[in-house]
């Protein structure tokens, strides 16, 4: 048996594989006829040896040895021995792969705003042309109503591309500190040797709720504004918020809801009959 940390077999639950497992039975002899090394000193990664094998890939050839990594021998027992423990090691190669990942979805962040400004770009020069045509085919009450929507509209994607923006400044930003602030709480817990497992649990778990609370509001849009149905009934007034919500998305921006997966639609803060301000959804 090879000291090391071993992958599991991989499962179909979308949850995270702890990246420590228990060690795998001996191998047949035909299996180790040629045994991994350690792709930085060379050394062959035995019985004896103490190495980790990277998380991501699981390479027969990406191994390394606790020595290289610096590793103190207490904390590779409790690697090897502890399946709950969440600290993975990645060899090069994959480590500059994660990071890759990180950046194209900043990209993909950026690529979908292009897509608004110009959704709106087109729909201004839309009904700019519009405006004309109707200008004299029209009386003064009918131009002052698409004035008022085609001033809508443009407050809409002001809105739009400002909270995109800071929405991405603040991913950046926080992609920044937690890359600082990791390497700095790594470097404090490998000097002090205490508390390892609790703080990186603690790190990894508000990392991961981050994430998911990312994830979760990345989709949301906030309509202000739209007046709301008069009624007492909760049922009575959501139908005429889809109805609102239909008929935006099919006039103005030519999307079928149903091709959306809208999940669900709600009015923020309770309903108030003496109100006169809409509340938003």
Known sequence: MVNGKLQPAKSGSSKKVSAV????????????????????????????????????????????????????PEMYDHLVSDPACSLRW????????????????????????????????????????????????????IVSQLDSRLKNLEDYAAKQDHDMSNKITLLESKLDRHVK????????????????????QHKVIKQMTEDKDLENRKKNVIIYRVPEVPADNADDR?????????????????????????????????YDASNSTPRPF
């Open 238 to 270: 959501m139908n005429g918020d889809t109805v609102f919500l239909t008929e935006l998305l099919e006039s103005v921006f030519h999307i079928k809801p149903e091709d959306q997966g809208i999940d669900k639609m709600f009015r923020l803060g309770q």
């Open 21 to 72: 497992s228990k060690q795998q039975p001996l191998a047949s002899p035909a299996t180790l006829v040629k045994k991994p090394s350690c792709t930085t000193c060379g050394t062959v990664v035995t019985d004896e040896v103490k190495a980790l094998q990277c998380d991501r890939c699981q390479a027969v050839d990406k191994w390394r040895c606790a020595e290289c990594l610096n590793l103190p």
């Open 90 to 141: 990645l060899c090069p190669g994959c480590d500059k792969a994660v990071l890759e990942t990180g950046n194209m979805n900043i990209q993909d962040s950026a690529d979908k705003l292009d897509c608004w400004v110009n959704l709106v770009e087109k729909l201004l020069d839309k009904l700019t042309a519009v405006e004309d045509k109707l200008r004299s085919k029209c009386d003064i009450g």
């Open 181 to 200: 602030s990791n390497e700095k709480e790594v470097t404090e817990q490998l000097d002090s040797g205490s508390n390892l497992q609790k703080r990186v």
